[in-house]
């Protein structure tokens, strides 16, 4: 009988532990899955508890203390990475916290057309998720972060190389800007500076002209062309006299050029100074890129833009003003 009472008396003591273990076990191997999708922001140096709190008050765990739980028995307390994070599907604690500590945030993508200048670029980043337009401008043209890149330019115009990037809510506009010239980096191939040496440009000076191929060319097919007209006028030494450098010299274009335009001296007008002008007026893509280092074998150095797009390319000057004659005045 005494001994009936010492097990009943170790059963009673154990009764709460076999209880709390097979409700912890219940915790762990059920999945749950909230109300309603919901995206949780986990921002930069949040605590552990608060984010198992909000879990739990999300309805993506039933148990914050349990999920603190596993987390210490697991040594992930500190490994959680920030960002934004999509539940919709049914999961178990131990799947929610392989996912907050892999990092499977909600990724966005932005992309950037060949051609933009690093202003329309900011526009474009403003009205996206990540809305960091100002700052992206400001970096642009910050000395310390151009130099810690290694160009030696007044802004990152020209630098910013057009693609898809894929970010998350915690990329900042100092990492898309590192993330954007080091692509660029990747596209100057030593061959294709090697063939810019040989044409006699350096690297700003092949941007810049690339810059201004992208600006001038209707279309991909007729970029070679539009390089070699360039390249052959600075040959000759013969202005560029090429409008969107006028453009992106002027504060007050308003979608036309006029004739104080074109005889205000900037550092842009290619109208008003010889050769190419300060830096580049937009950011070039990969086939303008290639145009300028490998340019059309011809002899033109005129062109005029026949109002579907493309353009009429001519030997002379009487060639070129018939052109004229025909697409622009008669038009």
């Keep these: 009988?005494?001994?009936?009472?010492?097990?009943?008396?170790?059963?009673?003591?154990?009764?709460?532990?076999?209880?709390?273990?097979?409700?912890?076990?219940?915790?762990?191997?059920?999945?749950?899955?909230?109300?309603?999708?919901v995206t949780l922001s986990v921002p930069r140096g949040r605590s552990f508890t608060a984010v198992a709190r909000d879990l739990r008050d999300r309805g993506i765990i039933t148990s914050a203390t349990g999920f603190r739980l596993l987390a210490r028995l697991?040594?992930?307390?500190?490994?959680?990475?920030?960002?934004?994070?999509?539940?919709?599907?049914?999961?178990?604690p131990g799947q929610i916290l392989q996912r907050l500590v892999s990092g499977d945030v909600q990724r966005l993508q932005i992309t950037f057309a060949e051609g933009l200048n690093l202003w329309e670029m900011a526009a474009i980043l403003e009205q996206s998720e990540l809305r960091d337009g100002a700052a992206f401008a400001d970096l642009a043209r910050d000395g310390t972060l151009i130099a810690s890149l290694g160009i030696e330019a007044?802004?990152?115009?020209?630098?910013?190389?057009?693609?898809?990037?894929t970010m998350d809510s915690q990329t900042g506009s100092r990492q898309l800007i590192r993330a954007m010239v080091a692509q660029l980096?990747?596209?100057?191939?030593?061959?294709?500076?090697?063939?810019?040496?040989?044409?006699?440009?350096?690297?700003?000076?092949?941007?810049?002209?690339?810059?201004?191929v992208q600006k001038e060319a209707g279309n991909d097919q007729e970029m070679?062309?539009?390089?070699?007209?360039?390249?052959?006028?600075?040959?000759?030494?013969?202005?560029?006299?090429?409008?969107?450098t006028v453009i992106y010299g002027v504060e007050d274009y308003h979608?036309?050029?006029?004739?104080?335009?074109?005889?205000?001296?900037?550092?842009?007008?290619?109208?008003?100074?010889p050769g190419l002008p300060i830096g580049p007026i937009a950011n070039p893509g990969r086939s303008a890129l290639q145009a300028t280092a490998h340019p059309a074998?011809?002899?033109?150095?005129?062109?005029?833009?026949?109002?579907?797009?493309?353009?009429?390319?001519?030997?002379?000057?009487?060639?070129?003003?018939?052109?004229?004659?025909r697409y622009i005045l008669n038009r």
Aim: hydrophobic share 40%.
């Design 1 to 37: 009988m005494k001994r009936l009472l010492i097990l009943l008396a170790s059963g009673l003591l154990l009764l709460p532990f076999l209880v709390g273990g097979g409700s912890y076990a219940l915790f762990l191997w059920r999945p749950v899955a909230p109300p309603e999708p």
């Design 74 to 92: 697991r040594g992930e307390e500190t490994a959680i990475r920030a960002g934004d994070y999509y539940f919709a599907e049914r999961a178990r």
């Design 154 to 165: 007044e802004t990152l115009e020209g630098y910013l190389f057009p693609e898809t990037y």
């Design 185 to 212: 980096e990747r596209e100057l191939t030593p061959e294709l500076l090697a063939r810019a040496g040989e044409l006699g440009l350096d690297r700003h000076q092949f941007l810049t002209l690339a810059s201004i």
């Design 224 to 244: 070679p062309l539009v390089a070699a007209v360039f390249h052959n006028r600075l040959r000759r030494r013969m202005p560029l006299q090429a409008d969107p």
């Design 255 to 273: 979608g036309r050029i006029t004739r104080r335009h074109l005889q205000t001296r900037t550092a842009y007008n290619t109208y008003r100074i």
């Design 297 to 325: 074998p011809v002899d033109y150095l005129y062109f005029v833009s026949r109002g579907d797009g493309t353009h009429h390319f001519s030997k002379t000057l009487a060639e070129h003003n018939a052109a004229v004659r």
